[in-house]
T-cell receptor
Framework: KAGVTQTPRYLIKTRGQQVTLSCSPI?????VSWYQQTPGQGLQFLFE???????NKGNFPGRFSGRQFSNSRSEMNVSTLELGDSALYLC?????????????FGPGTRLLVL | GESVGLHLPTLSVQEGDNSIINCAYSNSASDYFIWYKQESGKGPQFIID?????DKRQGQRVTVLLNKTVKHLSLQIAATQPGDSAVYFCAETRYNDMRFGAGTRLTVKP
């Protein structure tokens, strides 16, 4: 099976702009979770989507949003970018069966906000 | 509050030696634990997992030990190789809520 893919891999934006990142999960996986990774804060959970519905949400401001499509592909959007949003954004997919929680990560999208 | 943490931020070992990476968790309700390896420029890669009804699980060159009494998790890597150099994260999960430790950087000296 192909692994989790994320596009784009690298992105440079300026403050105030908005950005959309994409994630394609492993075939058959219905859950997609998004994480922000920074040197200072480590891996922080943003949100999880399952069957096109947000199932869990972390403690991020409303500027961070996401959605999931019927084919389980997911996008996350960050509006009004701030310098502190510079990070590696990772998505992870899993079956969504809460008895089998293993998440498989994509390579990430590295976002730089100038 | 609830947290997952690591005892050592860095670990340096000689090639061929065994490595032990430790992790402490604070939520006794966590029932599933995972170790991930993250190489530079890549996303975390699943290594091994263990459920709370077990205290030991072995994989290829890796062993995870779970001590629920003291809420401690460890990853043992046998015959450490240069390719094992990476940051290792432990994660605890309750349902699909996954929380990560800060990570330990393992460096393997030739």
């Amino acid at each position: 099976k192909a692994g989790v893919t994320q596009t784009p891999r690298y992105l440079i934006k300026t403050r105030g702009q908005q950005v959309t990142l994409s994630c394609s999960p492993i075939s058959g996986h219905r859950s997609v979770s998004w994480y922000q990774q920074t040197p200072g804060q480590g891996l922080q959970f943003l949100f999880e989507y399952f069957s096109e519905t947000q199932r869990n949400k972390g403690n991020f401001p409303g500027r961070f949003s996401g959605r999931q499509f019927s084919n389980s592909r997911s996008e996350m959007n960050v509006s009004t970018l701030e310098l502190g949003d510079s990070a590696l954004y990772l998505c992870a997919s899993s079956t969504g069966d809460r008895a089998q929680e293993t998440q498989y990560f994509g390579p990430g999208t590295r976002l730089l906000v100038l | 509050g609830e947290s997952v943490g690591l005892h050592l931020p860095t670990l340096s070992v000689q090639e061929g030696d065994n490595s032990i990476i430790n992790c402490a968790y604070s939520n006794s309700a966590s029932d599933y634990f995972i170790w991930y390896k993250q190489e530079s420029g890549k996303g975390p890669q699943f290594i091994i997992d263990i459920r709370s009804n077990m205290d030991k699980r072995q994989g290829q060159r890796v062993t995870v030990l779970l001590n629920k009494t003291v809420k401690h998790l460890s990853l043992q890597i046998a015959a450490t190789q240069p390719g094992d150099s990476a940051v290792y994260f432990c994660a605890e999960t309750r349902y699909n809520d996954m929380r990560f430790g800060a990570g330990t950087r393992l460096t393997v000296k030739p």
